[in-house]
């Protein structure tokens, strides 16, 4: 039987949200917890609280609204660390019954696009990023969603990882701030409207 079967006990989820970072209080507000960030305020909009327990991350279990009424969502942020996203969106996809990769949206730190600038992705490739890049090997398929937040290319004094994991200037966290409640936003179209209308309005030039 298949990962994204849905035979088993209790009713599935619809949806699976994953917001990507690190855990603990080093790593809030970083360029690399964006993902994070969106995930906690999309629950917050639905009064809903991220919780610990089973599959090595913290998860709300919400209503979004949908085409046919409310979808069931499971809303997460893994605290595997990045590198090991995958093993804990694994073990979300078989607790909660996902049924195709489509089903599951990943809102991730991007530095191929500018600070604040977002886009809507559905497949595709890693892009050199860690936590994709461990999704895909776990769950053996590039054709989930993605919401790309850009946190801007780093500068000639700085590598990748320094770069995301650094004290983020007040210029830049403003315009992330305003990309993460565009990425909330973003997720809800797509699964209201589904990925191609929020691929139509998302990426269009500004």
């Not at 590198?83 to 990943?106: C, F, K, L, T």
Request: net charge positive; glycine share 12%.
């Amino acid at each position: 039987m298949g990962l994204f079967a849905r035979a088993g006990k209790g009713a599935p989820l619809d949806w699976l949200v994953v917001g990507l970072g690190n855990p603990g209080p080093k790593y809030a507000g970083t360029r690399h917890n964006v993902g994070e960030d969106a995930i906690r305020l999309l629950a917050q909009r639905r009064g809903a609280t991220l919780k610990g327990g089973r599959d090595e991350a913290l998860i709300a279990e919400v209503r979004l609204p949908g085409a046919d009424g409310d979808e069931r969502v499971a809303l997460a942020f893994p605290i595997t660390y990045m590198n090991d996203s995958g093993r804990s969106v694994q073990a979300m996809v078989r607790r909660y019954r996902i049924e195709a990769p489509e089903r599951i949206v990943v809102v991730h730190d991007e530095l191929d696009l500018p600070p604040g600038e977002l886009k809507v992705k559905s497949g595709g490739g890693l892009a050199g990023h860690n936590g994709l890049r461990s999704i895909t090997q776990h769950l053996r398929t590039q054709d989930y969603l993605r919401v790309r937040i850009g946190v801007g290319k780093p500068d000639s004094a700085h590598v990748g990882k320094v770069h995301v994991l650094a004290k983020v200037p007040r210029r830049v966290r403003e315009q992330l701030d305003v990309a993460i409640v565009d990425a909330a936003d973003a997720v809800e179209e797509i699964v209201a409207s589904g990925v191609d209308a929020a691929m139509q309005r998302r990426n269009a030039k500004r």
